[in-house]
């Protein structure tokens, strides 16, 4: 069973920057892994994924400004945040599971999620 745990959340002022990590247990190499991101009142959305072979994809709203990485020695997953807009502020969880690249932003196509963790970026 793949587990996965997020830290690194907090609060910053707009155009601030932060960096999440998602560590992931029970990791295998091939699995994609992602990033997603729930406002109050909002559907769960995509931010950032990256598959087995390192093809990474954004949602349009952070590109440019959010990177993902990972860090497979660690089995871990980063999420730097640059620039950060108060409409960045949301609930983000990781997930994992058998994607592929073209559905890396799909939240329906994982099996395995974490908790979350909160970003508020205030103006």
């Known amino acids: 069973q793949v587990q996965l745990v997020e830290s690194g959340g907090g609060s910053v002022q707009a155009g601030g920057s932060l960096k999440i990590s998602c560590v992931v247990s029970?990791?295998?190499?091939?699995?994609?892994i992602a990033w997603f991101r729930q406002a109050p009142g909002k559907e769960r959305e995509g931010v950032a994924g990256i598959d087995g072979d390192g093809r990474t994809r954004y949602d349009d709203a952070v590109k440019g400004r959010f990177t993902i990485s990972k860090d497979n020695s660690e089995n871990t997953l980063y999420l730097e945040m640059n620039s950060l807009k108060p409409e960045d502020t949301a609930m983000y969880s990781c997930?994992?599971?058998?994607?592929?690249?073209?559905?890396?932003?799909?939240?329906?196509?994982?099996?395995?999620w974490g908790q979350g963790t909160q970003v508020t970026a205030s103006s």
């Open positions: 029970n990791y295998y190499g091939q699995y994609s």
């Open positions: 997930a994992a599971g058998q994607v592929p690249w073209y559905d890396l932003l799909k939240r329906d196509a994982y099996k395995f």
